[in-house]
């Protein structure tokens, strides 16, 4: 299965991060902004979070990361990503459905998502798809 996290809006041209391992990217992205922004789950999912975008019959979805979400990985320095690699990497671990991403996974696809995000400063948007 492939993630790819991509910037989407008028006049941009598309930048993207993917990967090729297991993780549910919507879990993720909720646990990410959980960690850097200290907002509950609970309360992240009551606000609609992630917003889908699209969804397919055969599977496939996408959705966009919230705009606290990608300013938190934008401002985000080296040691707050190796933090949060390691909490997400702890959090995957005791998930038990899948190998669990490795905090050196975590760190690579943080590092380059929140690159993504400085990237696409506060008028463009980040989605993720996968499927």
């Known amino acids: 299965m492939r993630v790819m996290f991509f910037t ?15 993780f549910d990217a919507d879990t993720a992205v909720l646990a990410w902004e959980s960690l850097l922004t200290g907002v509950t789950l609970e309360e992240l999912r009551h606000r609609g979070e992630p917003r889908i975008v699209r969804a397919r019959q055969c599977g496939d979805e996408e959705f966009a990361l919230s705009s606290a979400l990608r300013t938190a990985l934008a401002e985000a320095d080296h040691e707050r990503l190796q933090r949060l690699a390691h909490q997400w990497a702890d959090l995957e671990a005791r998930d038990g459905y899948h190998d669990p991403v490795t905090a050196e996974e975590a760190r690579e696809l943080l590092t380059g998502l929140a690159a993504l995000a400085r990237e696409a400063g506060k008028s463009h948007n980040i989605h993720c798809r996968w499927g």
């Open 8 to 22: 989407s809006g008028p006049g941009r041209r598309t930048e993207s991060v993917s990967v090729d391992y297991i």
